[in-house]
């Protein structure tokens, strides 16, 4: 009896992660109240916060338990660098956006996570770790971009920190121009103009940059 009583509280807890997420995700963390995710979960208030204290911890758990996959994809594509290094970058990019276009939860933990979260100070308490998290996003095209150099793909003095801070950006501008307008973009269509104007662009700089 016991068991099934905390199997039940696991349910319980993972419906209330699972709609504060697509509350969160689709209005804001800061205009939906704990009342509103109780009642959407079908879960009474005061089961709502026994699993958690306030917003800022639901928030915090939501966070510890969703997952954006660039890091998945990252892990995959160092199995392929040795190879060729580039490949391996366009792969990360390609992988990681076709993930998101095809998962909502990955989608809606990036809305509501980094998709204009500057102006939620709901937020602001996990800043740190929210900025961590893009920070390793471009580290991981850092990794890729050190291999293409070591690999002779890249000139040996282009700056890799600069390199890597503009594919990020226009990595996560495809993906915010996709959320702004996503009856008008195709995330996948999108990826593949990326890719080609991103690679062309790294191999270009082989030839004209010093």
Avoid: C
Avoid at 81 to 87: F, K, S, W
Avoid at 89 to 100: H, N, P, T, Y
Avoid at 141 to 170: G, M, N, P, V, W
Wanted: without cysteine; charged residues 25%; proline residues 3%.
């Amino acid at each position: 009896m016991v068991r099934r009583s905390r199997e039940e509280a696991e349910e319980t807890r993972q419906a209330l992660l699972t709609t504060a997420l697509e509350l969160f995700a689709e209005r804001g963390a800061d205009a939906v109240t704990m009342k509103e995710i109780a009642t959407q979960a079908g879960v009474t208030h005061g089961a709502m916060y026994w699993h958690f204290r306030n917003k800022q911890h639901l928030l915090t758990q939501v966070h510890q338990q969703t997952l954006i996959p660039f890091e998945p994809h990252y892990l995959e594509q160092r199995q392929a660098v040795q190879q060729d290094a580039l490949g391996a970058l366009e792969g990360f990019i390609r992988g990681s956006l076709r993930a998101l276009a095809e998962d909502p939860q990955a989608q809606q933990a990036y809305r509501l996570f980094h998709y204009g979260r500057r102006s939620s100070p709901a937020l602001q308490p996990l800043s740190e770790q929210l900025d961590a998290e893009v920070e390793s996003w471009q580290a991981y095209l850092h990794y890729f971009l050190k291999q293409a150099k070591k690999q002779k793909q890249l000139r040996k003095k282009l700056d890799l920190d600069q390199i890597s801070a503009s594919l990020l950006i226009s990595l996560v501008g495809a993906l915010d121009l996709w959320l702004t307008m996503p009856q008008r973009y195709d995330l996948r269509l999108l990826t593949d103009y990326l890719i080609a104007i991103d690679l062309e662009g790294l191999r270009s700089l082989k030839k004209s940059m010093v």
